[in-house]
């Protein structure tokens, strides 16, 4: 109990120092762009409001959702399948590869002058985003799969797609598993960039237009929603990770 | 005449590269008269793009500028990192106080900094650097530590025997044999610092390709933009690569990542 009290006041110390330090400072020298924190939380209640979530927090979360979800079980199936046939794989890998080596924020205006400004081009987005990291991460780690477990597979008679199923991706889930953690902040950059450039829906867009209208402290209350955001999002995946695959988890030690 | 198995390997890759290419080029024919619409152009028109865009000198200034940034913010941004992964994992305390002050910054995406970086110090190439230094450090800071902590008992009791000083420990004892953890953090890093510069270019206009590539986007010169993002593809596959041979030929004892 001590040793969790003195954890917390640890953790919440810089925290809590930077804090006050800004607002004192602030209040002998001001600065436009980084208002106190009080300005700051003052900005907070007078945002959030049922409307503002509904106009601009569910949208994104819309887009984020939806674009995950799609793209990670695209990158599933078709990494499974690659990682399974070596011919696919062969022939398919070097371009998924070159694919995933463009930067997630070029394939955006890309995106938007196929498929113009909407929805739409925000999903696809998140998923083009997601697709390819989720597909490489699952095609190495099924490739991987040990040879008692491939040599298991012959024995049960399962065939390849059974076994791909009932072995292989199950042996690789903790692979599979940092894969999708690692995209949950490639979903996150690539929702907020797509929101930015132009679609004027979203906590992006809402960032992009408090500071073309120099509402400095309403862009910092969209900067602190973001982070909120993908700290809740890590948060809940190193839950599911640790519930999934305790042992891999536990093995690797990898503690963020 | 038979072939030498080295020379087969590379007739096989040869192949196999064609094939790829093959399949890949009739997938975007597929999708261009699916889609047909000036937008998504035909494979043939961008390659004449591509090749117009590298015989163009500006085009070579701005993949200098690039590189530059890309370079430049890496170097600030892993030296941050080595300093803090260093400091968090040697001090405990210190680790305490900073760790959840650094996994709340490493959760924002980067380029919500970039609004508040053009509102202070304007949209200049700084402003890419000051973000990539930002980003690789954050990225690198949690393997040199991790690499840190798992620098083996014997080397430290070893530096306990001979009473080295902090300073030759952290230089003799864990930089070496963090190496091993922290070269896959600068494979990925490089990648993301790219992307960053690339990113800053997007949606703020600093100089480089991803302002150019914006550029073409807002002019709607859709072959320009396809070249562009080939050229993003092949310099970010470049960059991969790179690293992965200085890591494969540095550290040759530990299995790839």
Not at chain 1, 4 to 20: A, C, G, M
Not at chain 1, 59 to 84: K, R
Not at chain 2, 193 to 221: K, Y
Not at chain 2, 237 to 257: D, G, K, S
Request: aromatic content about 10%; overall charge positive; proline content about 4%.
């Amino acid at each position: 109990m001590k040793k969790k009290v003195n954890s917390i006041f640890w953790t919440l110390l810089l925290p809590s120092f930077i804090l006050i330090f800004w607002e004192i400072v602030s209040g002998f020298k001001p600065n436009p762009f980084f208002p106190p924190p009080s300005r700051i939380a003052g900005a907070i209640q007078e945002v959030i409001s049922i409307e503002w979530i509904l106009s601009s927090v569910k949208p994104s979360f819309i887009v984020l959702f939806v674009g995950y979800f799609v793209g990670a079980i695209l990158g599933l199936v078709i990494g499974s399948l690659l990682g399974e046939f070596v011919k696919m794989r062969i022939v398919f890998l070097p371009i998924c590869n070159f694919i995933r080596s463009i930067p997630s924020v070029a394939k955006v205006p890309l995106i938007l002058s196929i498929m113009g400004l909407g929805l739409s081009t925000r999903i696809s987005t998140v998923v083009i985003a997601v697709l390819f990291p989720v597909l490489m991460s699952t095609v190495r780690a099924i490739a991987a799969t040990r040879n008692e477990l491939l040599d298991l597979n012959r024995t049960l008679k399962f065939g390849r797609i059974r076994g791909l199923v009932s072995i292989r991706v199950p042996a690789a889930i903790g692979e599979i598993l940092t894969g999708l953690h690692a995209s949950v902040q490639v979903a996150v950059l690539a929702m907020i960039v797509s929101e930015m450039l132009g679609s004027g829906v979203g906590i992006g867009a809402f960032i992009i237009q408090s500071q073309s209208t120099f509402r400095i402290a309403n862009m910092w209350v969209g900067v602190f929603i973001v982070g909120l955001i993908g700290l809740a999002l890590n948060y809940l995946f190193m839950k599911i990770e640790r519930k999934v695959a305790p042992w891999y988890f536990k093995s690797k030690g990898l503690i963020a | 005449m038979k072939l030498l198995p080295v020379q087969r390997k590379f007739v096989n890759i040869g192949q196999n590269y064609a094939l790829t290419f093959g399949i890949t080029a009739a997938l975007w024919e597929c999708a261009a008269l699916t889609v047909n619409s000036r937008s998504f152009p035909h494979l043939n028109s961008v390659l004449l793009d591509l090749l117009n865009l590298i015989k163009n000198i500006d085009f070579w200034k701005s993949l200098i500028v690039t590189f530059n940034l890309t370079i430049i913010g890496f170097v600030i941004g892993a030296l941050f990192a080595f300093a803090l992964g260093l400091a968090t994992a040697l001090n405990k305390r210190l680790n305490l106080l900073l760790s959840s002050s650094i996994n709340f910054l490493r959760s924002i995406p980067s380029v919500v900094f970039l609004p508040l970086l053009v509102a202070s110090i304007g949209a200049s190439a700084r402003t890419a650097i000051i973000l990539t230094a930002l980003v690789v450090s954050l990225k690198l800071v949690i393997f040199v530590s991790r690499g840190v902590l798992e620098t083996e008992m014997e080397h430290i009791e070893f530096a306990k025997i001979y009473h080295l000083s902090t300073f030759s420990k952290i230089c003799n004892i864990y930089i070496p044999s963090l190496f091993s953890v922290v070269s896959t953090g600068f494979r990925l890093s490089a990648s993301r610092a790219f992307g960053t510069v690339i990113a800053s270019g997007i949606i703020i206009g600093t100089p480089g390709l991803g302002r150019d590539l914006l550029f073409a986007e807002s002019n709607a010169e859709y072959e320009r933009v396809f070249s562009y993002v080939i050229i993003l593809g092949i310099v970010g596959t470049l960059i991969y690569a790179t690293f992965n041979v200085i890591e494969r030929q540095f550290i040759h004892w530990r299995v790839n990542i």
